[in-house]
């Protein structure tokens, strides 16, 4: 099979400026694209959007499409308006508040990301990339501890309905299970969904940096969905302060998951808030997924993320320049 090798790629909306930007990325050894497609996409740029899949396709690229913090339950750097304007399928937090995003468990907004879905496929993509999917976490924002989500009405019965008595005001392992489960629910249908109009499905899982044994046990059920294909995690072991070796078990443990359930391992690799020096880690990441039999290895993002503020690499242009090399190895290896 021919590796699988590619970047993220957003904030460019220009179909010239993304056709330039493609020739780049095949330079580096690309031949996979994730185009970030958030609720903002969808409402604004839709037909723009078509044309930037087909024009990724034309230069010889697969397509991911990824709900870029749609509903704010997915990953990514981009606000949710769904959750603004339906309150009603709204987190809340364990302190009564209302969070800025809408509850997986919310059949409207259930709805809703079938539409997205529906669009995503229409407009051309290969792969449906699902990031990260939680529930409202402090420690998602940096905190270490403050308000979860989401004690709505409707978790509340759900929770009620599971284990008999009622939810809690605070994070026990038994709400941690109920909201796996909550996900396991939303996700499996999704992914049936996609599979439905013809597209393939990759999910991609946060790390847990405190207890990487037991998350890695908790992947299982989520690798085990039937209509995922793709099975992966994006451990950027710089912007977690931890050690390269927790990136290795976590990329490991994806490889293993994966070859148990029967689907594609893939790896997220940090081209992102790498710091000055550290440049060279990009390369050995890549080479370390590569000798654990991952072939299907990202990145995020385009040229080591030099034009988003909050995420910039210290030097963009080495960490591109290392992980142009490590793509370009392969490449030129027998696969
Ligand atoms: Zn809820």
Redesign the pocket.
């Given at each position: 099979m021919l590796a699988k090798l590619g970047v993220s790629y957003f904030g460019v909306r220009n179909p010239e400026h993304v056709a330039r930007d493609l020739k780049r990325m095949a330079v580096a050894g690309c031949n996979v694209v994730l185009h970030t497609f958030s609720e903002n996409d969808l409402r604004f740029y839709l037909e723009t959007m078509r044309e930037i899949v087909s024009l990724s396709k034309e230069h010889g690229f697969e397509v991911h499409l990824d709900p870029w913090g749609v509903g704010g339950v997915f990953g990514g750097e981009a606000f949710t308006q769904f959750a603004l304007e339906h309150d009603l399928a709204r987190?809340?937090l364990s302190d009564g508040v209302r969070a800025p995003a809408a509850?997986p468990?919310?059949p409207r907004f259930r709805e809703f990301m079938r539409e997205w879905v529906g669009e995503a496929v229409k407009i051309g993509a290969d792969v449906i990339f699902f990031d990260e999917p939680h529930f409202w976490n402090p420690q998602l924002l940096g905190r270490s501890a403050g308000p979860w989500?989401?004690?709505?009405e409707?978790?509340q019965e759900g929770y009620r309905a599971r284990c008999g008595a009622p939810m809690p005001l605070k994070f026990t392992s038994e709400v941690r299970e109920f909201q796996e489960q909550s996900l396991l629910s939303f996700l499996g249908e999704l992914a049936k969904a996609v599979h439905r109009l013809g597209a393939k499905v990759a999910l991609c899982l946060l790390p847990e940096w405190q207890d990487p044994e037991g998350v890695v046990r908790r992947w299982a059920e989520f690798a085990a969905l039937e209509d995922i294909d793709i099975f992966g995690t994006d451990p950027y072991w710089m912007w977690a302060g931890q050690p390269f070796s927790r990136y290795e078990f976590f990329a490991r443990a994806v490889r293993e998951l994966a070859d148990e359930y029967g689907k594609e391992p893939q790896i997220w690799i940090q081209a992102c808030k790498v710091p000055e020096g550290r440049e060279w880690e990009v390369r050995r990441a890549v080479e370390t997924a590569w000798r654990l039999g991952i072939r299907n290895i990202m990145a995020w993002s385009f040229l080591g993320t030099p034009y988003m503020t909050r995420v910039r690499s210290d030097r963009p242009e080495v960490v591109w320049r290392e992980l142009s090399a490590a793509y370009l190895a392969i490449r030129g290896r027998r696969e």
């Open positions: 987190q809340v509850c468990n919310s989500g989401c004690r709505c409707r978790c």
